[in-house]
């Protein structure tokens, strides 16, 4: 059984879960222990300890590296989960100790980074300057932002980014268009599309476009369904969910990722370039269904900044 405790007022999980993950990330013994600043032999007695006390294999050990078994793959999604509620435990008993203040928690991940917002904020204390905000870092996981969007208002009040009705409807949220963002390829520097500034829709043509599945998004499916009516030079590959391991992907294979163009910096690797077609989304303020009143009023102040542009 796995064991929790309290030390010093916050909520502490067994170690041996936090270097289960940093070894399932890094993928070998010594790659964690650089990452832990333990030794490989320590690293390797709490992973057998751990396994030992679930009764469970965790790791295929072969000589190419470490691969994690059914078992471990199940108990990485439930771990990172676990972990991330004990770290969210703390963050919602500080902000019980903060309740008089204004604070407007606003969620940010390599794929919803806040910076429109931030470019906002100063026009939005115009309107609202009682109201201070917080940046909350998140890891941008399927389970993640299924657990964060269905609650927003508890640990994160506010997250910018892409969306459509199916989107909202699927994870319980609401969300207010700030704008539209024109949909653009991103390509690794080495890519021979690289090159351009500019792409037409011709210039797919014999490449691998890397698109969310179908049902995701209906902006996106109009995109897949005008390429295969008319562009069937184009071969679409399928993925499950925008994180860094779809932009490591989309580097390490050269093959084309759909974007946009606020993902401009999420990979050093890769150069997000416009294309010359009309697909765009809806992109804007993620909130809940049932917004606080401080978040309300920064919803208003965000609707009149953007009617007086």
């Known amino acids: 059984m796995i064991k929790f405790c309290y030390v010093g007022g916050g909520m502490m999980y067994n170690p041996q879960i936090e270097t289960f993950i940093k070894v399932a990330d890094a993928g070998s013994f010594n790659k964690a222990a650089e990452e832990l600043y333990i030794t490989p032999t320590a690293v390797i007695k709490q992973i057998n300890l751990l396994e030992s006390s679930l009764d469970l294999v965790l790791f295929e050990r072969t000589h190419r590296g470490l691969i994690l078994t059914n078992a471990g793959k199940s108990l990485y999604q439930d771990a990172k989960y676990i972990i991330g509620y004990c770290k969210d435990s703390v963050v919602r008993a500080k902000n019980a100790m903060s309740e008089g203040e204004n604070i407007i928690r606003i969620g940010s991940s390599p794929t919803t980074p806040a910076q429109l917002l931030m470019q906002m904020w100063p026009k939005i204390q115009e309107q609202c300057p009682d109201i201070k905000f917080e940046i909350v ?167 009149n900044i953007v009617k007086t542009k």
């Open 137 to 303: 870092p998140f890891e941008n996981t399927p389970e993640n932002a299924k657990e964060i969007l269905a609650n927003l208002g508890k640990n994160i009040d506010i997250i910018g980014g892409i969306f459509d009705d199916t989107m909202l409807k699927l994870r319980k949220c609401e969300g207010l268009q700030l704008s539209r963002e024109p949909f653009c390829c991103a390509v690794s520097i080495h890519h021979k599309l690289a090159q351009k500034d500019k792409l037409q829709i011709s210039d797919l043509y014999g490449e691998n476009l890397m698109l969310m599945h179908r049902g995701w998004s209906n902006y996106v499916d109009q995109l897949r369904d005008d390429i295969w009516q008319n562009h069937t030079q184009i071969h679409i590959v399928d993925f499950d969910f925008y994180n860094m391991s779809i932009f490591n992907r989309c580097e390490n294979t050269n093959d084309v990722l759909l974007a946009i163009p606020g993902w401009a910096n999420v990979h050093p690797l890769l150069k997000v370039i416009p294309v010359e077609w009309e697909y765009s989304i809806p992109y804007g303020l993620l909130h809940s269904m049932t917004p606080s009143e401080n978040v309300r009023r920064v919803l208003d102040a965000a609707k």
